[in-house]
């Protein structure tokens, strides 16, 4: 049974500007040093002969997660969390790992950057890494003290190309800038767009939305396009005037990085004002809820998404297999790919932590070795990755669906994963 523990805390509206968030990341820092910091300071070996450190116990593995619940990516944050507390619920069925039980401790940032700090400062001496933390900008904010004096390893549910290059903090995927040039390229493959056209793009002011702007500029110089750029903060709601801008400027589709509400307004604007353009969206930017929208028959229609997995709707064996043990878990629960996101990140962590205990260090910094040995991991969603080069993403691969109210979980897939020549040789700006 699982020892998963959630506690929600109440929702800040403030945002820190980048120094701010600096000055509260060394205050943090500073904080969660007393007396606890150094991922080696308290290694210790245990008595079945394995060396443990932080989060780990003789009976007991301790993970963190800091997701979001409340704020603009509530719905992922939810299906992510309860994916991952399903693993460890399953693992722990299973006779735990390392002969210890898994626990999952769950905090809740509301995607606010001073609770997202507060979390990590607060959970980060008790456990071994995390299995889970959302937003790129936060997990930026925390990467140095990661690999200086931290040292547990963090699997975001981020995937912009700064990330790259830490040894501890571990994306799994294509990274946004590919995954863009993929979607742009699928774009080019239809004909829906053609060398001299004008695309838009639409995106997040932060590290995500200017990491797909990369991507959209160098999938741009490829094939002839001109990229007209709209930026738009994560508490922008209403996509009208963007939508105005680009009709007028002449694009002739739309990238959409920014979070599924955005991207249910922009296509939804667009429909009703009559603008029929293909748009397409990185893998954030869906959530099957928008279906029971007025936009729902305009997202069925013109809209595409990319991911580094099979959508959760998938008859494949994983997808589906996961589908029954996740409905059967939560009734009632909406199947998005959240749940695929959070699941596979956990099966990846629970990979690290056999080979580490294969290995007699189970210490945060062997658990970081480990997963550099899997070089060829198949978790059963559609898609090998390679851990080996932290300087590298996972994968360059997508698969690019479109929504469907027909099938469970909002996606069904329209190109099977594949990766597209632009982005194959594009450097991420890691």
Known sequence: MTRARTTARPRKRARLAPAALAAALVLTGAAGCSGKAGGAAGDKQAEDGLKTGKGVSATAIRLGALTDMTGVYASLGKSVTQAQQLWVKQANASGGICGRQLELTVRDHGYDPQKALAGYTELEPEVLGFAQFIGSPFVAAVEDRVDGQ?????????????????????????????????????????????????????????????????????AAAEAGLTVVEQKIKPTDNDMSAQVAALKQAGVKAVVISAGPRQAASLVGVAAAGGWNVPVVG?????????????????????????????????????????????????????????????????????????????????????????????????????????????????????????????????????????????????TPAG
Request: proline share 6%; aromatic share 8%; glycine share 12%.
């Open 150 to 218: 931290d040292k547990g390893l963090v699997i975001p549910q981020a995937w912009s190309a700064s990330l790259l290059g830490s040894p501890y903090v571990r994306t799994i995927g294509a990274t946004y800038d590919i995954e863009t040039v993929n979607l742009i390229g699928y774009l080019l493959e239809q004909k829906r767009i053609a060398s001299g056209d004008k695309i838009g793009q639409v995106y997040f002011e932060g590290d995500y939305g200017e990491n797909a702007l990369a991507g959209a500029k160098h």
């Open 282 to 426: 990185n893998n954030s930017a869906f959530s099957p809820q928008l279906l029971a929208t007025p936009a729902g028959a305009a997202l069925q229609k013109d809209y595409y998404v990319a991911a580094s997995t099979l959508p959760i709707g998938s008859t494949e064996p994983g997808p589906a297999a996961l589908a029954a043990a996740y409905t059967a878990e939560y009734p009632g629960a909406a199947l998005d790919n959240g749940v695929v996101a959070g699941y596979s990140a956990a099966g990846v962590y629970g990979e690290a932590l056999k080979k580490a205990c294969a290995d007699k260090d189970l210490t945060r910094e062997g658990v970081g070795k480990a997963l550099l040995t899997l070089k060829a991991y198949d978790g059963g969603f559609g898609i090998t990755h390679d851990f080996s080069d932290p300087k590298a993403p996972s994968t360059r691969q997508s698969v690019i669906m479109k929504p469907d109210a027909k099938t469970p979980g909002g996606l069904k897939v329209v190109k099977e994963a594949g990766v597209v020549p632009a982005a194959e040789k594009f």
